[in-house]
């Protein structure tokens, strides 16, 4: 199943960078390109999540579960990979139930951060991968940078639940004040 693993991971990796490029050429680019851009967009999503899917099944057969939690990387590759799949879950219901109107105004601005903070995650779920499978890269000097050492720490920082407890609450004002100008 290793080589299987080693495939498969390909598809979401590839479509969540596809995913993400789209989203901020819909927001920033003028005319066709931007056009085009958003009309692929929940395709390229729907089949990110497949192979996402994939991905984590066969992931799961990789090493017996013992094996995968005694590792603190794999934990984190393990926890990373779910927060991706969480992410661009959101952003699919959301361009999804959306429609043409996902790019409308300030609602470009959610697409555009959620985009980018899935671009982390989705790095760092492939670079821990990478670890674990003998081909380590510089992107885990970052993650050093944030306190984060990729062999032995299995915490999220508290500064990350902090940012990710404001973006969540700055997300959830900015609904409730955009449905109240929409009435
Ligand atoms: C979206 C989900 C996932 C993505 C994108 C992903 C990505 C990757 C990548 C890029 C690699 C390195 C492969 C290579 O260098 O060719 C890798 C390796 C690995 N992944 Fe995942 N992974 C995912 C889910 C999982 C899950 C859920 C598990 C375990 C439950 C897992 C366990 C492993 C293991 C054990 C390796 C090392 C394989 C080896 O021995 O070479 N992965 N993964």
Redesign the pocket.
């Known amino acids: 199943m290793?080589g299987m693993?080693?495939m498969l991971?390909?598809f979401?990796?590839a479509f969540w960078a596809l995913a993400t490029l789209l989203i901020l050429v819909g927001a920033f680019l003028p005319g066709r390109m931007a056009e085009l851009s958003r009309a692929a967009l929940l395709p390229v999503l729907v089949l990110s999540l497949l192979?996402?899917l994939a991905?984590?099944?066969?992931?799961?057969l990789?090493?017996p579960?013992e094996?995968?939690l005694a590792s603190p990387m794999?934990r984190n590759?393990?926890l990373m990979?779910?927060w991706?799949?969480g992410l661009y879950a959101m952003l699919t219901v959301l361009v999804w139930r959306a429609g043409d109107a996902a790019f409308d105004g300030a609602r470009r601005w959610v697409l555009v951060l959620l985009a980018l903070i899935g671009g982390l995650l989705?790095a760092t779920?492939?670079?821990?991968?990478?670890h674990?499978?003998?081909?380590p890269t510089r992107f885990s000097d970052l993650l050093r940078l944030t306190g984060w050492e990729v062999y032995t720490t299995f915490y999220s920082p508290l500064w990350v639940i902090t940012v990710m407890v404001l973006i969540g609450l700055a997300c959830g004002a900015l609904g409730i004040m955009t449905r109240r100008q929409a009435r």
């Open positions: 290793t693993h080693h991971v390909h979401p990796e192979g996402a991905s984590i099944v066969s992931g799961s990789v090493w579960l094996a995968n794999v590759h393990i990979a779910l991706s799949l989705f779920t492939g670079t821990l991968g990478g674990l499978a003998g081909a």
